[in-house]
């Protein structure tokens, strides 16, 4: 039964890394394409610039490391999805953007993203420092 449950949740894990990397590629290749979605809309040169950089190559790293650096870079990456989701809950209705469908999907992702990183393995151990 636990290894049933551990070979599901690495797959989860793996899909995660995938939808990470995945949407970091968009907005590297694609930045003009994510305003619909995310309210962003670039609108000079520079700002196609920051969302490639700052938002494409940093999702790309985060998805990635994990495949080089296992679960320390697993760990990073489930508080990172659990840092913004702790931002974005209360500011959409902080900034007026509860109603957007887009905000919820992206807190429902960031919730559940964050709790598959974050689980904990059977007969795993963990690295102290």
């Known amino acids: 039964m636990r290894r049933g449950v551990n070979m599901l949740l690495s797959l989860l894990r793996y899909a995660v890394l995938a939808a990470t990397v995945a949407s970091g590629l968009v907005l590297l290749v694609r930045p003009e394409s994510v305003s619909g979605f995310t309210g962003l809309a670039p609108d000079s040169a520079r700002g196609v610039t920051e969302i490639r950089s700052a938002m ?22 489930g508080l990172v999805y659990l840092a913004i989701a702790a931002v974005r809950a209360p500011f ?38």
């Open 56 to 77: 494409g190559g940093v999702f790309i790293a985060l998805g990635l490391a994990p495949l080089f650096l296992k679960t320390p870079a697993e760990r990073v990456l």
């Open 92 to 129: 959409m209705f902080a900034d007026g953007s509860a109603g957007e469908q887009s905000n919820w999907i992206s807190l429902a992702f960031e919730v559940v993203a964050a709790a598959i990183l974050l689980a904990r393995r059977s007969g795993a151990t963990t690295a102290r420092t």
